[in-house]
């Protein structure tokens, strides 16, 4: 691969030296200034020249120059800048002294956007519902993730498992690992693919290279693929042909938090450009510190919090469970004593104490993340591009999906390349990722509790604790004490031998099994997966009203772990999908109408083949077509994770296993008279459980939606939804065999006394489908007001209902995870001329949170976010000041993770054009 690169950079310097000489004879040059209509320059402001990729920006006194070829005369500038109406200048022959005045545009109606429709297009006229935030928005987010920061938009939810662990969702089915939304940053995809998650931002752009974000809302499989499912996430970079110049940014605040990002970009000639960014932050990371007792469909027998005979806590680790019963009785041997469970204890379980997570993360409390993301760009021609590059991420941070885990410099090597012209590209990547020191918490604490006491000891901590439980419990029965304060005083007594996390002995344990990658005996997850891909599209013209669009897409993964997290037995298994899409265009009505139909074929190695259709229609009323009414029916898949396909994981409480093989037989952990597997005098039969193999998700989705510029300075935008889930993917949990086989009565009385948490039959996870169709709604509402330059309003509200009243199963989790009601509140704006600020406000009810690690309720959770910059023109610089949770309110977001708290930072930012 390295070598391939490297040829690419020669053949593309070979071809600038070829054809350079030929084109810059031919050019001419164009200049001139950018201003508002009060005379004042705008820097910044972008200058094109249409149906090419020439282009560049002004300076602080809104001047550029630029080479035209005016060989088939005339020559079209388009101008814009963010927060102005853009405009077209045509040009018969090359000028010096080009005017442009800029018009406010404070509600950003007038903004573009390609990922909707794949074709650029007004976002007011798309045919979705889509989000577009702008460069300025993005460094005005105060939180230290930009992720984070896009929930103050409208149907946006974040949910965040420590400070740079961010996932994003939309309507609906929120989830740590986002696995119903894909992530692209110039659209690439950039997920890990071995954990199939997008890490934050770790793996995205620097701010300070971000031209714009875009977010659609809901299903766009038709143009994006299976997974696809509830949206899309598109980061794109800026152009360094137009952005060229030197940025810099430094941040320090709370949590000894301290960031660096900066941005090289340089056109070597008129037909050559590079860019180089990088960006490195670090700071006391968020731990999660929820000590009430655990709640899963796994954990079935815990014991109440507060319980003297311990329980099992959602951030504690290696509480180990043991459950008394007369199978633990031993006669005495030449080398061990005696044992006898005391009778009263029979059937209960007892829990050891555990390890918070920090005390387990230790010195590893540290946030941080590093990247580094060099491209060469190159003009074949005036409207074809080429451009090659890299994307070099690392970073520690906490995950949390079956277990919390702490993803120690998670890292992801990313090469790409692509080709473009006016209506077609050409797109392929390379991703490996490697887990290097992450390791799983779980694990951790489990394992270091069921290490001897000492090298090479017999007896383990373990066994020395529930040793002197029994001891201690049946010693002070003797005395005469209640059972209940025989059961304090044996708990007081075992947890007196609990590993002292201070202890020389303790930290030994810790660091041989956070480096032990061994399955059963180490918790390192270092997983190294590759993802390749290619996809092409082309954009027919029919006519000046009608378009068709054609591309073509390819994925192979190629997942290894070694054992440690898939079932690949050290040989990569290797999995593959291939798609094919169209989209016809039309427009009627003077272009007030307009129309679009489009599908994809996707081929999947494990599933068949499906079809994502998608149709929709806008209307654009008033003069100046600013009424803007749509609707849209989309149908979508989603493709199982590879996870879910391929896992293999002994979790301790369950084996979790990938379900894409014949699927399972078992026994339910509930019937539906609601009685639990053993209750005695049950019906097994009423348990029986029979696991198909999975299948692809489907989705159909019925949207309205009306998005209108009110007023120069009054913009709104609102939507409301329907979806339609079958063959909805949901963790379910039951007793059955490794091998898919029912378990025999035998091997049911075998696995009794370990609860079937050891040996042949075990308590199994698998992801499978929902026998039942699944419902939701809602919608969301969003108002702009610009008052003035200095102070523009906002404010957005977003409702989401999930319908279970056709899922039968009330066991089947779905994980919906999302509040019902929430809204953000917000003010920004210029003021003293280079006074920037944004303060906004966001609340969301507390919902039921749910994940294979954690099942529990969130409260309401809120925060206050703000910024202000102020601006040294002379200097090139900016001072800024933040706060992101700036009153410290409860933001827990995730069953089982932190409260995102308060952080406070100040900073300056450099830009030389």
């Not at 001419?28 to 009060?38: F, K, P």
């Not at 410099?409 to 490697?434: A, C, M, P, V």
């Not at 009110?710 to 339609?724: G, P």
């Not at 026998?771 to 709604?777: D, I, Y």
Request: glycine share 8%.
């Amino acid at each position: 691969m390295r070598k391939l690169y490297r040829f690419h950079s020669l053949f593309l310097l070979l071809l600038f030296l070829s054809v350079l000489p030929a084109w810059a004879q031919e050019a001419a040059l164009i200049s001139g200034t950018i201003q508002n209509t009060a005379g004042e320059p705008v820097p910044g402001a972008t200058i094109f020249i249409r149906g090419t990729f020439i282009g560049t920006s002004t300076d602080r006194e809104g001047k550029f120059t630029l080479r035209a070829d005016f060989g088939e005369a005339p020559v079209v500038l388009s101008v814009s800048f963010v927060g102005y109406e853009s405009r077209e200048v045509t040009l018969s022959k090359p000028d010096n002294a080009v005017l442009v005045q800029l018009k406010i545009n404070s509600t950003l109606t007038n903004e573009v956007i390609a990922s909707a429709s794949r074709v650029e297009e007004g976002i007011l006229q798309a045919p979705v519902t889509v989000e577009k935030v702008t460069s300025q928005q993005v460094l005005r987010m105060p939180p230290p993730d930009v992720q984070v920061g896009l929930n103050h938009f409208k149907g946006i939810d974040v949910n965040s498992t420590s400070m740079l662990m961010n996932s994003l969702s939309t309507r609906g089915f929120n989830s740590a690992k986002s696995e119903r939304l894909i992530q692209l940053t110039d659209y690439f995809d950039t997920q890990s693919p071995s954990l199939n998650i997008n890490a934050g931002n770790i793996t995205g752009l620097p701010e300070l290279d971000i031209e714009s974000i875009e977010i659609i809302h809901g299903p766009a499989s038709a143009l994006y693929g299976a997974n696809a499912f509830n949206g899309v996430l598109l980061l794109n970079s800026k152009d360094p042909f137009v952005s060229e110049g030197l940025s810099a940014r430094v941040r320090g605040g709370e949590r000894s938090f301290g960031e660096g990002q900066l941005r090289y970009a340089k056109k070597l000639t008129d037909k050559l450009a590079i860019k180089i960014t990088g960006a490195y932050l670090t700071a006391n990371d968020w731990l999660a510190t929820n000590y009430a007792a655990t709640s899963t469909a796994v954990e079935r027998d815990n014991n109440p919090e507060g319980s003297a005979l311990g329980f099992d806590a959602v951030n504690r680790y290696g509480d180990v469970k043991n459950t008394y019963s007369p199978a633990q009785n031993r006669a005495a041997t030449t080398t061990t004593p005696a044992y006898t469970v005391n009778p009263e204890l029979y059937g209960k379980s007892v829990f050891m104490p555990g390890f918070t997570e920090t005390t387990l993360v230790g010195d590893d409390h540290k946030a941080k993340a590093w990247k580094v993301q060099p491209s060469l760009s190159y003009l074949v021609t005036s409207s074809v591009k080429m451009t090659v590059g890299a994307n070099i991420n690392r970073g520690t941070a906490s995950y949390q999906s079956s277990s919390r885990y702490r993803l120690r410099d998670l890292g992801t090597n990313q090469y790409h390349g692509e080709i473009k012209g006016e209506r077609w590209f050409l797109r392929g990547q390379s991703i490996q990722d490697f887990g290097n020191r992450s390791y799983d918490l779980g694990f951790l604490g489990a394992f270091i509790q069921t290490s001897p006491v000492a090298d090479g000891a017999a007896t383990r901590y373990v066994d020395q604790y529930f040793g002197t439980y029994n001891g201690a419990y049946t010693a002070a029965r003797n005395a005469g004490a209640s059972a209940e304060q025989a059961q304090g005083a044996a708990k007081a007594k075992a947890d007196q031998l609990q590993l002292d996390p201070n202890s020389a002995r303790f930290q030994q344990l810790r660091s041989q099994i956070i480096q032990d990658a061994t399955p059963g005996r180490g918790a390192r997850l270092n997983p190294s997966s590759l993802l390749n891909e290619g996809n092409a599209q082309y954009n027919f013209k029919l006519g000046t009203t009608a378009d068709l669009i054609v591309g073509a897409a390819y994925r192979k993964f190629r997942l290894g772990s070694n054992g440690n997290i898939y079932s690949d037995d050290h040989k990569r298994i290797q999995n593959h999908e291939t798609g094919g899409y169209a989209q016809f265009t039309k427009k009627f009505l003077d272009e007030r109408l307009k129309l679009a139909l489009a599908g994809r074929i996707d081929a999947f190695k494990n599933f068949d083949a499906a079809f994502s259709p998608r149709a929709s229609v806008v209307y654009s009323a008033g003069d100046n077509k600013q009424h803007n009414l749509r609707a849209s029916f989309g149908r979508a898949f989603r493709s199982p994770t590879q996870l879910d396909q391929y896992i293999r994981l002994d979790v301790g409480r369950a084996l979790l296993l990938g379900n894409v093989d014949n699927g399972f037989q078992g026994y339910r952990l509930l019937n539906a008279q609601g009685q639990r597997f053993g209750t005695v005098g049950a019906d097994l039969a009423s348990f029986e459980a029979n696991i198909a193999p999975l299948q692809l998700e489907r989705l159909s989705t019925f949207e309205v939606g009306y998005k209108a510029a009110l007023s120069d300075k009054l913009a709104l935008d609102v939507n409301y939804y329907q979806s339609y889930y079958n063959d909805f993917i949901g963790a379910t949990t039951f007793i059955g065999n490794a091998n898919g086989s029912r378990p025999t009565v035998a091997q049911l009385q075998a696995g009794t006394p370990t609860q079937f948490q050891s040996g042949e039959t075990r308590v199994l996870q698998v992801w499978t489908n929902a026998a039942q169709e699944v419902r939701t709604k809602g919608g969301a509402i969003g108002v702009t007001y610009s008052v003035a330059p200095a102070l523009n309003l906002a404010a957005n509200y977003s409702l989401n209902i999930l319908d279970r009243s056709e899922v039968q199963d009330q066991a089947f989790q779905t994980y919906f995870n999302t509040p019902k009601h929430k809204y953000n509140v917000s003010a920004s704006g210029t003021a003293l001329t280079h006074l920037s600020y944004s303060v906004n406000y966001r609340w969301a009810q507390g919902h039921e949170y749910g994940m294979p690690f954690a099942v529990g309720q969130l409260a309401n959770y809120c925060a206050v976010d703000a910024f202000v910059g102020y601006t040294f023109p002379t200097l090139s610089s900016t001072l800024q000041a933040g706060a992101s949770n700036l009153l410290d309110a409860n933001n827990i977001q995730v069953y089982g993770g932190p409260n995102i708290g308060r952080l406070i930072y100040v900073g300056l930012q450099i830009d030389v054009k």
